[in-house]
């Protein structure tokens, strides 16, 4: 058994791969079998991973979900920011340049609108959750445009730590919830066809919640969505702690 | 040779991500600002240009086709390493504020993607 495990342990990447095929394959019996196709595989998939992230964290109490559990480190290689970009930069080979330029614009305008929104929507929430100053509304609303924004915008402006953490819970919730509804919810928005991916892209901006929330509606969608998310986290740290704040400073103390 | 269409994909995702962190160098922040992008676009654009010169063969294709098949099991692995516990027991502002913003975004998209699709020419 020891024998194993370490060698398991050394070899993380390929046992990753198993393992997630293995999820795959049962993803596509329970999509075939059980739903009739009607949520597809990828969904179920993506739903298996959040439930083992959610055991291995409570396994381990680390951070980072089933990847915390040395058996299964490997996944943290496999999902990592490396080889999900390398990825993600890979499917822009299906993507037609004709239309990415011809709705580039589309994708400026839904990225600066996802932006001011989420952010405004978030400040609305942490007001209604007793939040009164400035820096602690600012980095609350920062957290729900994604979970890299809310920490730091909150270490630019000097937030405490636990608003810190709440930013980051927030943003995270925000990527599970959006990667889980996507797929249920695409047809009442017409989330059919690139341009509105493109705009859904920067409207939604969470890298991990566009890109896992396209993979399962329709992976020919995934390029255009993640064009534009991938703009959305750096615009997020350039307004939030800059030109948000100084408008809420204006408003609150 | 299946090496050579990774390594057209490398070389897009090298310089478009070396090219977003000076970005955000740049413009004062600690991210990388649009490093994927650069780097879809930096491909597409080398694949419009060989494919059109005839330098493009099937087996580079497939070099680059096998990571673009690979997304969505990353994309599950990806799922499986995120701090799911620390997010369902943050309470209830964090719950809030992570998916009331986001449901008003899913609603606006309708209207926006209309909106700018009466703007574009077709």
Known sequence: MEIISKFIEKNGLVFAFLV???IMFISDIISKRLTNKKIPAAAIAIIIGLILAYIGGRYSNGEKGIADIKLFSGIGIMGGSMLRDFAIVATAMGASLLVMRRTGWAGIVSLLLGVFLSFTVGVFVA???GYTDAVSLTTIGAGACTYIVGPVTGTA??????????????????????????????KYIGLNNPHTAMVFGGMIGTNTGVMAGLAATDPKLVPYGALTATFYTGLGCLLCPSVFYLVLRIFFK | MIIYGVALLAFCYVTGQILGEFLGKLIGINANVGGVGFAMLLLMLLLDWAKKKNYFDTTTGSGIQFWSQMYIPIIVAMAATQNVKAAVSSGLIAIMAGIIPAVICFFAIPFISRLSKAHTPE
């Open chain 1, 127 to 129: 007001l209604l959750g």
């Open chain 1, 157 to 186: 402006i000097g937030a405490g730590s636990d608003v810190i953490a709440l930013s980051i819970a927030a943003g995270v919730i925000k990527a599970i919830f959006v990667a889980i509804g996507t797929p249920f919810i695409a």
């Open chain 1, 20 to 22: 997630v095929g293995l």
